[in-house]
């Protein structure tokens, strides 16, 4: 049936007014789930741990499947094809690598934390190719949002504090990590200066611009050197991918100078820099410097409006844009040389470097400041030696993920207990072998591949700049483990990807939905297996033995490789002192997993005469310094010489 001309031209007419409110619902919708799934990483301890996992990947996989079911146009381009088929790649042969493990169970664990980024990029992409933007947003409004929080944690101590015993007086709630909250905090500076300099909405770009204040004062309070210097080289990618340098230097230091001027004040104050300072002192300093952060964060808003109004009504001819962006580059050229002929040449300046990198740590002390500027490695050189080793051992396939604990334990010369190298890079090439190496390096690498095409977005620059920060950083730490700040690589890594996407795959939505629901399934078996475990502890909380057995079989059942539910069981009949049961189920633990030294110290613990003596044994060659071991020795010569009568 055809329709009058003057029918035609009005619905074509209300279709093109109601497409601009549907792409902003749209925009609005992809902005708050972004947001919503990284904080809720971020405050589920980072998502460092596999209780987080199952549900936060269902969360992704569902979101990923809404995108395709209800987007009109809904499709996924080759680039971002192509990064979720790399993540995949990388998550498989993580799963294939527990044949071959160690420790199969830590293998299956890294393997469900690699789901998770799958599930991730899928929804990402999906949502990505038509609201790119709205997802660097809310990656954006969730690292403030953390960030944010964990400031307040300095500047409430008396409602939000309580030092941790691990990271002492640096910032590190809700993460966890102080390195890893100082990274998130580089990234949102980053994306926080884009947003400032770039962004369409005038409100959008003033909450930028007041963000890098907060932002920029917990980056310091984490006391994190290396999220400093990958701010530094988020910055330089960030004036290199972004077209309009000049306008980012403007926002720089225009707004920036707040941010500094922040770090500054917050450097003087005693109390909030100095670890054991009275709590009454921090309160007091806190509440003040409270009021200071607002009233800098609103100068940089107010600062960013105004520079907005100039750029509208004046514009620099392209040779004075020239001649300011040669000035600046000349600047930098000219502190390079003065700073070479003052402290030496670039190669003596790298040399001490390094001494100061492999060197320890100086004596601890009070204040915190000097903790910024020295670059000692703090053990990694260490670590990297070890891992090396086990890549030496294990050339082609690796020892399986997650498998490096096992190999630090044995052959370190230290006794700081370490799960992960502080280098992403070495560790995948240790556990999985060039292949993974490979797969990780395609995944990773594809976003920057995609740069020449995605700077001409306006926030393409940012987004860059954000990601190299975090490739930068995990060359030094385990950013990769906490779910919260890989996430938000993972979103910059999309933003780029699909910005520079223009062909549609021919598949618009049933390969990617088939996937979507595939990763669903998985996700709601990793959940089972997490709640089954639940269930175990709380019949071992209430003392129910038999219900913990049986949760322990239904457990095992969905996780045969897992020593987790039989280890749990033995540790708590081993405290309730019901040794037979505890050396029964224990056993089973170990006909999984052999190589645990803590297992093998379980059972010594519930045994006796030589059983007792090859326990200790397998434990000496497993973990040679372990202080758990020479505790429970010196405990029984403490027994024995009390039974003798000994002194």
């Given at each position: 049936?055809?329709?009058?001309?003057?029918?035609?031209?009005?619905?074509?007419?209300?279709?093109?007014?109601?497409?601009?409110?549907?792409?902003?619902?749209?925009?609005?919708?992809?902005?708050?789930?972004?947001?919503?799934?990284?904080?809720?990483?971020?405050?589920?301890?980072?998502?460092?741990?596999?209780?987080?996992?199952?549900?936060?990947?269902?969360?992704?996989?569902?979101?990923?499947?809404?995108?395709?079911?209800?987007?009109?146009?809904?499709?996924?381009?080759?680039?971002?094809?192509?990064?979720?088929?790399?993540?995949?790649?990388?998550?498989?042969?993580?799963?294939?690598?527990?044949?071959?493990s160690v420790?199969?169970?830590?293998?299956?664990?890294?393997?469900?934390?690699?789901?998770?980024?799958?599930?991730?990029?899928?929804?990402?992409?999906?949502?990505?190719?038509?609201?790119?933007?709205?997802?660097?947003?809310?990656?954006?409004?969730?690292?403030?949002?953390?960030?944010?929080?964990?400031?307040?944690?300095?500047?409430?101590?008396?409602?939000?504090?309580?030092?941790?015993?691990?990271?002492?007086?640096?910032?590190?709630?809700?993460?966890?990590?102080?390195?890893?909250?100082?990274?998130?905090?580089?990234?949102?500076?980053?994306?926080?200066?884009?947003?400032?300099?770039?962004?369409?909405?005038?409100?959008?770009?003033a909450l930028a611009a007041a963000s890098l204040v907060p932002l920029a004062l917990a980056l310091y309070f984490t006391y994190s050197r290396g999220a400093w210097i990958a701010l530094a080289g988020g910055a330089i990618a960030?004036?290199?991918?972004?077209?309009?340098?000049?306008?980012?230097?403007?926002?720089?230091?225009?707004?920036?100078?707040?941010?500094?001027?922040?770090?500054?004040?917050?450097?003087?104050?005693?109390?909030?820099?100095?670890?054991?300072?009275?709590?009454a002192a921090r309160s007091h300093d806190g509440h003040r410097l409270l009021i200071v952060v607002l009233v800098l964060a609103v100068g940089g808003a107010v600062t960013t409006l105004a520079l907005e109004a100039l750029e509208r009504r004046v514009a620099l001819p392209r040779p004075?844009?020239?001649?300011?962006?040669?000035?600046?580059?000349?600047?930098?050229?000219?502190?390079?040389?003065?700073?070479?002929?003052?402290?030496?040449?670039?190669?003596?300046?790298?040399?001490?470097?390094?001494?100061?990198?492999?060197?320890?740590?100086?004596?601890?002390?009070?204040?915190?400041?000097?903790?910024?500027?020295?670059?000692?490695?703090?053990?990694?050189?260490?670590?990297?030696?070890?891992a090396w080793s086990e890549a030496q051992a294990h050339p082609w396939l690796g020892s399986g993920a997650g498998t490096y604990e096992r190999y630090w334990t044995r052959d370190r010369h230290i006794p700081s207990k370490v799960r992960d190298v502080h280098n992403l890079y070495l560790e995948v090439l240790a556990e999985l072998g060039p292949v993974g190496l490979g797969l990780l390096v395609a995944m990773l690498a594809l976003p920057l591949a995609m740069l020449v095409r995605s700077r001409r977005r306006a926030l393409g620059g940012s987004a860059?700049?954000?990601?190299?920060?975090?490739?930068?950083?995990?060359?030094?730490?385990?950013d990769w483990e906490i779910g919260a700040v890989t996430l938000v690589a993972l979103a910059c890594a999309a933003a780029l990807v699909t910005a520079a996407d223009v062909r549609p795959l021919r598949i618009r939505r049933r390969g990617p939905l088939a996937f979507a629901v595939v990763?669903?399934?998985?996700?709601?078996?990793?959940?089972?297996?997490?709640?089954?475990?639940?269930?175990?502890?709380?019949?071992?909380?209430?003392g129910d033995w038999a219900g913990a057995a049986h949760a322990a079989r239904r457990t095992s059942s969905l996780q045969p490789w897992s020593a987790e539910p039989w280890q749990l069981l033995g540790e708590a009949e081993l405290s309730a002192g019901r040794l037979a049961a505890a050396r029964h189920d224990l056993g089973r633990a170990l006909d999984r997993d052999a190589g645990s030294w803590e297992l093998w110290l379980d059972v010594a613990r519930a045994s006796d005469g030589r059983v007792r003596v090859a326990a200790m044994n397998r434990v000496r060659r497993l973990n040679p310094l372990s202080p758990e071991l020479a505790a429970y020795v010196a405990s029984l010569q403490s027994l024995s010489r009390i039974q003798t009568g000994q002194p």
């Open positions: 049936m055809s329709h009058p001309p003057a029918v035609s031209r009005l619905a074509v007419q209300v279709d093109a007014a109601a497409r601009p409110r549907s792409d902003a619902s749209r925009r609005l919708v992809v902005a708050a789930a972004t947001l919503a799934v990284i904080v809720a990483a971020g405050a589920a301890r980072g998502g460092y741990f596999p209780g987080s996992w199952g549900w936060l990947a269902l969360a992704c996989s569902w979101l990923a499947g809404m995108t395709l079911v209800l987007g009109d146009d809904a499709a996924i381009g080759r680039a971002g094809a192509a990064l979720v088929l790399a993540a995949t790649g990388l998550g498989a042969w993580t799963l294939v690598s527990t044949v071959w420790n199969p169970a830590q293998t299956a664990l890294e393997a469900q934390r690699v789901l998770l980024y799958v599930a991730a990029l899928l929804a990402l992409v999906a949502a990505g190719r038509r609201a790119g933007s709205a997802i660097l947003v809310g990656t954006w409004g969730a690292t403030a949002l953390l960030a944010g929080y964990g400031l307040l944690t300095r500047l409430l101590p008396e409602r939000l504090g309580g030092n941790d015993a691990i990271s002492g007086y640096r910032l590190s709630q809700p993460i966890g990590y102080w390195n890893a909250l100082g990274l998130l905090a580089a990234m949102g500076c980053l994306l926080g200066i884009g947003l400032a300099a770039r962004a369409r909405a005038r409100v959008l770009r960030l004036l290199l991918a972004d077209r309009a340098r000049l306008q980012m230097l403007s926002v720089v230091g225009g707004s920036g100078v707040w941010a500094a001027a922040a770090v500054w004040l917050a450097s003087r104050d005693r109390p909030l820099v100095t670890a054991g300072a009275p709590l004075m844009r020239r001649l300011v962006v040669g000035a600046l580059i000349s600047a930098v050229v000219a502190t390079g040389i003065a700073g070479s002929l003052t402290y030496g040449a670039p190669w003596t300046l790298a040399h001490r470097g390094w001494h100061t990198f492999s060197s320890s740590l100086p004596a601890a002390t009070t204040d915190l400041n000097s903790r910024l500027f020295h670059l000692s490695s703090n053990g990694r050189v260490a670590q990297w030696d070890v860059a700049g954000a990601y190299v920060a975090y490739l930068l950083h995990v060359t030094v730490d385990w990763l669903a399934g998985l996700s709601l078996f990793v959940i089972a297996g997490r709640a089954e475990l639940g269930r175990e502890s709380a019949a071992v909380a209430r």
